[in-house]
């Protein structure tokens, strides 16, 4: 039995220093310097880090092309030691991956999604069906 809230929401699993965080960017690009930071504190916070090249990439002022930032999302879902997946981002990018993301993969995983701003799209779309 899936564990649900009391609104009846599926809920995610839990995640506690020691957990493994994935990085991406499913909308704007984020500067090398500011993601080595991040990722410096969320060490310091007890969790481990994943994140792989296309994080870095640039299409005009998006992180990537479309697909290519919904496959890096897909990824990193789809890695079983990946316990939440954060945006390093936020921005109208997010909107041109609506399309291939699959709720019914967030709802199997029951993975927390942490990010801001236009990322917003993103949670609607896996509340919507997860």
Do not use: C
């Not at 092309?65 to 030691?81: F, G, K, M």
Request: avoid cysteine; glycine fraction near 8%; charged fraction near 25%.
């Amino acid at each position: 039995m899936t564990p649900r809230t009391s609104a009846g929401l599926i809920k995610i699993r839990p995640v506690r220093p020691g957990a493994t965080v994935a990085l991406v960017a499913p909308a704007s690009p984020f500067p090398r310097a500011e993601f080595d930071r991040g990722v410096v504190e969320l060490q310091r916070l007890g969790f481990k880090t994943y994140w792989d090249e296309r994080v870095f990439d640039v299409d005009g002022f998006v992180a990537g092309t479309p697909e290519i930032r919904a496959i890096s999302l897909r990824d990193a879902l789809s890695r079983p030691e990946v316990d939440a997946i954060v945006a390093v981002r936020g921005g109208y990018g997010s909107l041109q991956v609506l399309p291939m993301v699959r709720a019914d993969e967030w709802r199997d995983r029951r993975t927390a999604f942490v990010g801001y701003s236009d990322v917003t799209s993103l949670h609607i779309v896996i509340n919507q069906a997860a």
